[in-house]
């Protein structure tokens, strides 16, 4: 029996990260698609999955999915590069036919296949970039494609501190991105759900040479695709949004503004 024939598209989106960076992610979807009520799930109290083994990011990834799927979630978007890489295969193997997933590093891989391109950079955690998990990808997908990735590890605590878009954010920007690896390239994947926040300060640098594909925007138009093709978008508008985190402390409160761009209130969950 296929389930997801069962799925309404009153039912919520469910959105889940290690911490509140993915909140990146539910605001462009919130944005992209208006009428979709979004529940979102931060691990606060396991970040980051970085520094986490694969065994651990699956366990909480499961945990966090079955929550989703009690608040009846038709889609689950995985918007944590870690658990994205660790967790896809073994949700979707955990609960076939229940529930769609979309995960944020696919997505990316994806477009760049799409636009046949000849040399591709990659910025992210240094996390990410030791997986390998995108220059794998890309290179499975495109052999002949050339790609330079580049670890920036003082992105995001730059950004998470407040500094984006300041006096000290362009100097920093700007050192990471005159890398030599990056020259003749001709797209600049941003592969870290904080760096939209960024994005205009690299687009500047670029000046319009460089396309900078952001995984959030990618994410949300795989979202959107897939919800259309299964006739599950919402056009009434839903209940509120929903926002929980596993660990709550001030500091996550404080910060959860920089990433959706509007005060939201944050409900505890403990996920043990």
Known sequence: MDLLKNLSASQP???FDSGIGGLTVAHAIANRLPFEQLIYFGDTA???????SGDAIRYYSLKIAKFLLEQEAKMIVIACNSASTAASRVLAEFFPDQV?????VDPLVEAVVSRNLKKVGIIATKATISSGVYQQQLKQAQPD??????ATPLLVPMIEEGYADSRISQPIIDNY?????FENMDALLLACTHYPLIRQEIEDYFQGKVEVLDSTLVATDA???SLERSNLLSTSLQTPHQFYVSDHTPS??????LFYGAEIQLKHFPLW
């Open 13 to 15: 989106i469910g959105v």
């Open 46 to 52: 396991h970040l980051p999955y970085g520094d986490k």
């Open 100 to 104: 769609h997933f979309v995960n944020v």
């Open 145 to 150: 494609l050339e790609v330079f990735a580049l």
């Open 177 to 181: 991105l005159s890398d030599p690896g």
């Open 223 to 225: 979202v959107y695709d």
């Open 252 to 257: 996550f409160e404080a910060t959860t503004k």
